[in-house]
């Protein structure tokens, strides 16, 4: 038996009747909507201002009813109305990062997930202690610039592959760097990246066994070619910016990929791996979550990045994936979360995945 995450309290508003599943118009919606109505939970789109009019065009994934806020920060003030109408919010990559992770933390309304893994992967610094822990490779950190020798990339805090990532070939090539806020500098890993979705469910007894339930490989997104494909924006940088353009790592898309199957071992010792050190530091990461990383042409794998609610490029295997349809046809990663949320309620065990 998995611990409890929530208290009485923050359960009572969903006990004893049908729970209806809640996200925000956007990210992986569509997504989270279509896998909670497939299950038979009803569904309440949070909008800011009038419906979004995309809905329209996907019957089978447009929520059963909206309730619109001025601004994404007023979310906390229709707390109470959520609550009165049974709701729990399924979070994605998006949800917290509108919100803010201090009014997210504090929201009183049940949430999908554990609350408390935001203080570990808001924090790049405690994400790194956090998977150092838990005895996973990740690219190699420099505190300080004589240190580095070889390609690096900067990355401030919050940019979220924004406007203020660059990379530097050399440690001559960080001259001029005047850092404008807080940031890291990281070895810059030259391979192939990989977006792998998991999904750990605490209430599972059967399938790949970590901690007290179960972790499952539901999907897999991007593709390059190690080592080139990677080494090219090195040059690429340089003539951007002879053009006068800043390079970013803005997301416009996501392309689907799997993995050689003689890789997957070490995929699920890694994911396996960040969900054990989870329970000891903060009780458990419930649900889904994505391990981001580099696999070398010497085929380790560095991990740069764990987001840990359910990422956009699941939206990519919405009626299932090459490894989600090895564990149930038509698995959308939005449908295991309604799966998981009516196992919860079935057995009485809603304390353990939602907080
Ligand atoms: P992040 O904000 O950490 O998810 O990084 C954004 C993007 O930067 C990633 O999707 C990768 O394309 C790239 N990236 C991040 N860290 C590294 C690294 N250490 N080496 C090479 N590329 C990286």
């Given at each position: ?24 118009c956007?990210h ?13 939970f009803?569904?309440?789109g ?130 001029d ?90 995929a ?18 419930v ?69």
């Amino acid at each position: 038996m998995a611990v409890a995450i929530a208290s009485e309290s923050r359960l009572s508003s969903v006990q004893g009747r049908r729970p209806s599943l809640a996200t925000l118009c956007s990210h992986s919606s569509l997504q989270i909507f279509h896998g909670a109505r497939t299950e038979g939970f009803s569904t309440l789109g949070l909008c800011v201002g009038a419906p979004p009019r995309f809905y329209d065009a996907f019957p089978l994934a447009r929520p059963d009813r909206f309730l619109s806020v001025p601004t994404v920060r007023e979310l906390p003030s229709v707390a109470a109305q959520l609550r009165s109408e049974g709701a729990i919010i399924v979070p994605h990559g998006s949800f917290v990062e509108y919100v803010g992770p201090q009014a997210f933390s504090e929201l009183d309304v049940p949430v999908f997930g554990n609350r408390a893994v935001l203080g570990w992967e808001s924090d790049r610094r405690k994400e790194r202690e956090w998977l150092d822990r838990a005895g996973v490779p990740m690219p190699a950190a420099y505190e300080d610039l004589a240190d580095v020798d070889g390609p690096v990339i900067v990355k401030y805090y919050g940019a979220k592959g924004g406007k203020g990532f660059f990379l530097a070939k050399n440690r001559e090539a960080l001259a001029d760097f005047r850092p404008t806020g807080p940031y890291v500098i990281q070895e810059y890993v030259l391979g192939t990246r990989y977006y792998m979705h998991f999904f750990y469910s605490p209430l599972s007894d059967r399938g790949y066994r970590v901690g007290h339930g179960s972790l499952e490989l539901l999907g897999m997104d991007r593709r390059d070619e190690a080592n080139i494909d990677e080494l090219y924006k090195l040059g690429a940088q340089e003539e951007l910016l002879k053009a006068g353009i800043r390079p970013t790592f803005v997301v416009t898309g996501n392309v689907p990929v799997v993995l050689r199957e003689s890789l997957l071992p070490k995929a699920f010792d890694v994911a396996g791996r960040i969900v054990e050190q989870s329970i000891d530091l903060f009780g458990g990461m419930v649900g889904p979550f994505c391990v981001e990383g580099i696999m070398t042409e010497e085929l380790e794998f560095k991990v740069f990045e764990i987001s840990t609610r359910i990422v956009a490029g699941t939206n990519l295997f919405i009626s299932g994936s090459p490894y989600s349809d090895l564990v149930a046809p038509g698995l959308s990663t939005g449908r295991r979360i309604a799966q998981e949320i009516r196992r919860g309620e079935a057995e009485g065990r809603l304390a353990e995945i939602l907080s």
